[in-house]
């Protein structure tokens, strides 16, 4: 399974039946649309039915005709149903990274309430990552997830970073402060929902572009 897109990914399930016929002898005729249940974490996209024909190796010595046996080749489509995800992931760590964005919004001074904010916040980032880990794919690479969570974090550090920017500003000159701390508390918040709105923004493009790669039950393809 790829799922460098989780959880945005679309699986392919390839089911091949073989015959000992020779496709002389026989053909298919599909009448009735494959009836596929559907299991709630994913969903029935696509179905390509194919008739091939093969040749058995071992038969190959002493089998004196040129003809090929019947196959038939059925792939599956499945998309991952991302909606649990989206409401139970990216809407509580979107509303964690809001909360943690109002340090913003607190006189530059007042490190203290600013840095408690920010770190409460941060500490409440890793233990919900942590609560999901288990249900999340255990792969070796990094999934779309990871890499959106990964941002997530940088934001953080960002928030973290910009109050301790502007404790040392205060406190070093606070006329020169008092006519600069706002408009970069300004700007820093700006910034940091700007950011904070392309990492949404990408972690989901799949879900509205994603390709379906096979058209919904398609016609039959014989090969002479």
């Known amino acids: 399974m790829n799922l460098r897109d989780f959880p945005f990914d679309v699986q392919e399930l390839p089911v091949n ?33 194919e008739t091939l024909e093969h ?3 071992n038969l190959a010595r002493y089998d004196f005709q040129h003809e090929g046996y019947h196959e038939i080749s059925v792939k599956f489509q499945f998309a991952r149903n991302p909606i649990y995800y989206l409401r139970g992931l990216f809407l509580i760590i979107n509303l964690v990274l809001l909360i943690s964005s109002f340090t913003f919004w607190i006189d530059p ?14 500490l409440t980032l890793v233990a919900f990552h942590f609560v999901i880990l288990d249900s999340l794919p255990k792969v070796a690479y990094s ?12 934001l953080m550090f960002y928030s973290n970073a910009s109050d301790i920017l502007l404790y040392r500003l205060a406190t070093k000159d606070t006329e020169i402060c008092d006519q600069v701390c706002a408009p970069l508390d300004y700007a820093f918040f700006a910034i940091f ?32």
């Open 55 to 57: 040749h058995y190796a």
């Open 109 to 122: 001074s007042d490190v203290g309430t600013r840095a408690s904010l920010s770190s409460t916040m941060f």
């Open 17 to 49: 039946i073989s015959s000992d016929w020779l496709a002389s002898d026989m053909s298919f005729v599909f009448v009735n649309d494959p009836v596929v249940k559907d299991s709630g974490e994913y969903t029935l996209t696509g179905v390509n039915v």
């Open 193 to 224: 929902l700007l950011v904070q709105l392309c990492n949404g923004v990408w972690f989901i493009f799949p879900y509205f572009k994603r390709k379906k790669g096979f058209e919904k039950l398609s016609s039959l393809k014989k090969k002479e």
């Open 143 to 154: 999934t779309r997830l990871d890499k959106w969570i990964v941002g997530c974090y940088a």
